[in-house]
């Protein structure tokens, strides 16, 4: 069974804080995504990860980034966490190709206060 | 105006009855999903479609390419089917999806 964590279900943090999310993935895939989850809005991409160091911008980048070190974990940074930032976040990762069958984590519910 | 739209956004049934929630999309597509998500959170995967019907247990896929239309349909619904049901779908080789908002079902005992 393909396995995505991520490393928290529930996170407060406060204006201005860095916050790291993080997610690991145990079946080798070479794609790795971060969403987040709005009502109203669906998920929408963030960033895009392809290869180990390798990233891509997705439909709402900004205010975010992303570190790809080793190909199981994909990090989603906030350098400064605002209240907009209050969401639930969702990783996810595939092979290349497949029809492009994501598996997702868990979530994390993000609140800025 | 979305890619994906879907409807009904909010649907209410009782226990048993057939239900069926509509995706239509404005982009040429490689492949279709149809995604479940409980309260909670986690996500997981349906169906793919890249054309024709799929069958699963009480669950069943269907699109039409021509019509850029898919549907996804519940038989005998239950109260654990209650969940969000979102479609997303893959436009040509690329490995990224784009998505509806979601349907949000309850089904009543």
């Known amino acids: 069974d393909v396995k995505v964590t991520q490393s928290s279900r529930y996170l407060v943090k406060r204006t201005g804080e860095k916050v790291f999310l993080e997610c690991v993935q145990d079946?080798?895939?070479?794609?790795m995504f971060w969403y987040r989850q709005d009502p109203g809005l669906g998920l929408r991409l963030i960033y895009f990860s392809y290869d180990v160091k390798m990233k891509e911008k997705g439909d709402i980048p900004e205010g975010y980034s992303v570190s790809r070190e080793k190909k199981e974990r994909f990090s989603l940074i906030l350098e400064s966490a605002s209240t907009n930032q209050t969401s639930m976040y969702l990783c996810a990762s595939s092979f290349s190709g497949r029809l492009g069958e994501q598996f997702f984590g868990p979530g994390t519910r993000l609140t800025v206060l | 105006k979305n890619e994906v739209e879907q409807s009904p956004q909010n649907l209410t049934a009782q226990e048993g009855e057939f239900i069926t929630i509509n995706c239509s999309y404005s982009?040429?597509?490689?492949?279709l999903h149809w995604l479940q998500q409980h309260p909670g959170g986690g996500i997981v995967s349906l169906f793919m479609l890249s054309s024709g019907k799929k069958k699963h247990g009480r669950l069943i896929a269907t699109i039409n390419i021509q019509e850029k239309h898919s549907s996804l349909h519940i038989t005998a619904s239950h109260p654990r089917d209650s969940a969000v049901y979102i479609c997303?779908?893959?436009?040509?080789?690329?490995?990224?999806?784009?998505f509806g908002t979601g349907t949000q079902l309850k089904v009543e005992l």
């Open positions: 079946m080798d895939h070479e794609n």
């Open positions: 982009v040429g597509i490689s492949a």
């Open positions: 997303a779908v893959r436009s040509g080789g690329g490995n990224k999806l784009t």
